[in-house]
Each structure stands twice: as structure tokens, then as C-alpha cells.
């Protein structure tokens, strides 16, 4: 077994077993560090994190960001549309780009966005560590045709199928479009973050290739969501283009079908710390590719300030 993939830690977040569903108490913060004067957002916004695991953030780029930011997006997907590339998967039944894997490496003004002080300084700030890049990806839910993603704690697939050992890892989601409940904005059920649904079922040999398009291993089942809809509620996390979107691994989530005529856009990062480096997975026979996860030592993000143009 590559060093890399050695097991050093105890697996407290069991899941695809043979055992019924069940619910597990979260055994780690969600906040990871009081919050001070220094800190990247205000206290407020540090407790609705810590309490409803996620936050939406709003004016934070300029518009002349965010037009960039959109353009650099749209000739990714009119570029790699079609393409047979592992990193690149496109729409069930069609050709439309879906998403873009390691979108840092493709794109260099999304490596500038990647490194920045507002996404991963706040998340260095949520962690209190530094941070690397897990997993990045640029989704695109295109009008009339774009499918949903189904409920799901996208920690439970990394701790999984990639070995992240505890939930000390932070989504952010730059929107790249207007994003509203009507064409698929992102659903989040607030405080699902405090609750790990430990699933029932073996993960199958290379689940990735199926599961990418649409995800069915590792999902809670409709009673668990049905139970946690009433514990919790259900926000939609809607904004304009340029609004940032933060959520915690755990954080229950999804979105619906979009068959409106407006598509739905964003550029999505996962900052995992970097004590919480992937290991060999937890309920997998082997590590999801490289462009899935980041594996081996990590390396620190240097943070950059200022504008990204």
C-alpha cells in the first residue's frame, strides 16, 4: 500500500456497511476557532455557520470580478463541450458540460479565484489551519435540460471513497449566474451538519463513473431526509452572480432540475485543512481518482489579496 493511502486514524464516521442507516452524533467542531476582531467575517456571521452550517455572502467581488470571472467560465464549457477527458463530465443522455474537474489547473484566473483571500482566507479562518485544495469543479446546470443533484453529506463520499478522516473541511461556491429557486439554486437543511447518516450498502468498484452523473451509493434514504426536512427546514441559499456560497462537509444538501430558460452556474472549491489529508479510504476497495481528490501530502495555499483582475 502507497504511504500516502496508510491508515493513521480511527474510523469514528462508519458508513456503507451492512448494518441499517443510523444516525451518528458529529464528533468534531464545525467552527474550529472562536471568533476575534481579526477574523474574515463578522461574529454573526461566524455563529450562523456554526449553528446552521453554512453562510451566504454577498458584494464581495466587483462586478468587473464577476464579469470576468463569467466570461472565463463560459469558454471552459464551449471548449471542453463533448470532451472524453476523465475530468470533464457532461449531461446524462447529452454533450453539455455538467462539470469541469481540478478547474484551478484549467483556467488561470480560476487559480487566481482559487487562492484568493475571500474564499480561502475565510476558510483557513473556519478551519483554523491552513488549507489545500480537496476538490475543485466549475458546474454548470444548463437551462431547460439541466438535471438535479439529489440529496446528499458530501463528506460522507470523501470520508468513503477518499479517506478524508474528519470533518474539517469547507465548501465555497462562487455563483457565476444569477442563482434563485427556480432554476436550481442550491437547498441546504440547516443544522443537518451536527448529524452523520451512516449508510447502509457496499461502495462498488469504481462508483465514480456513475455516481458523477447521478448519485445513488451514500445517499441517506428518503425517510432519513424526510425526518431531517422536519428537524431542520430546508433554505434555499439564492443570490446574484458573484455571491458566495460557504458549507460545512456535512452540511445535507442538494438542488433540483432546471426547466427554466436562465442556466445555472458556479465555480466550487473544497478547502480541506491540511492536518486532515486524505488517507486510505474508509468503505472503498480503492481511492477515487486523482482529479476527484487531492492525495498525498498536501501543500499550504498561499493566499493572495486583491482584485483577480
Not at 466587483?62 to 470571472?69: K, P
Not at 452540511?251 to 432546471?258: E, Y
Not at 485543512?273 to 482529479?291: G, L, Q, T, Y
Request: aromatic share 8%.
Amino acid at each position: 500500500m502507497p504511504l500516502e493511502f496508510a491508515r493513521t486514524q480511527t474510523d469514528v464516521y462508519p458508513t456503507r456497511t451492512a448494518e441499517p442507516e443510523r444516525w451518528l452524533d458529529r464528533q468534531d467542531p464545525v467552527l474550529w476557532q472562536s471568533w476575534s476582531e481579526d477574523a474574515p467575517i463578522t461574529r454573526a456571521q461566524a455563529e450562523h455557520f456554526d449553528s446552521k452550517g453554512y453562510l451566504v455572502l454577498k458584494d464581495l467581488f466587483e462586478q468587473e470580478e464577476v464579469t470576468a470571472l463569467m466570461e472565463n467560465a463560459r469558454i471552459l464549457r464551449e471548449t471542453l463541450a463533448g470532451s472524453q477527458s476523465d475530468h470533464v463530465v457532461t449531461e446524462p443522455g447529452g454533450d453539455a458540460v455538467r462539470t469541469v474537474f481540478r478547474l484551478e489547473e484549467q483556467n488561470d484566473m480560476m487559480d487566481r479565484l482559487s487562492r484568493d483571500r475571500r474564499l480561502a482566507g475565510i476558510a483557513k479562518f473556519l478551519l483554523a489551519d491552513d488549507v489545500y485544495i480537496h476538490q475543485s469543479r466549475l458546474n454548470y446546470k444548463p437551462g431547460f435540460t439541466g438535471k438535479e443533484f439529489y440529496w446528499h453529506s458530501d463528506f460522507e463520499t470523501w470520508h468513503a471513497e477518499d479517506g478524508m478522516p474528519r470533518m474539517r473541511a469547507v465548501s465555497a461556491s462562487l455563483l457565476l449566474t444569477d442563482n434563485r429557486a427556480h432554476n436550481g439554486a442550491l437547498m441546504l437543511m440547516p443544522g443537518s451538519q451536527n448529524t452523520y447518516i451512516s449508510c447502509q450498502g457496499e461502495t462498488p468498484e469504481d462508483n465514480h463513473k456513475s455516481s458523477l452523473k447521478k448519485q445513488e451509493i451514500g445517499t441517506p434514504s428518503q425517510e432519513s431526509l424526510a425526518e431531517m426536512a422536519k428537524i431542520c427546514g430546508i433554505d434555499d441559499a439564492e443570490g446574484p452572480a458573484g455571491t458566495l456560497i460557504l458549507f460545512d462537509c456535512n452540511t445535507l444538501h442538494g438542488s433540483n432540475g432546471n426547466i427554466t430558460p436562465d442556466p445555472r452556474s458556479n465555480a466550487f472549491f473544497v478547502y480541506n485543512a491540511v492536518s486532515n489529508a486524505a488517507e486510505e479510504p474508509f468503505a472503498a476497495p480503492n481511492p477515487r481518482p486523482d482529479f476527484l481528490a487531492n492525495r498525498g501530502e498536501p501543500r499550504s495555499l498561499e493566499i493572495n489579496d486583491g482584485r483577480l483582475i
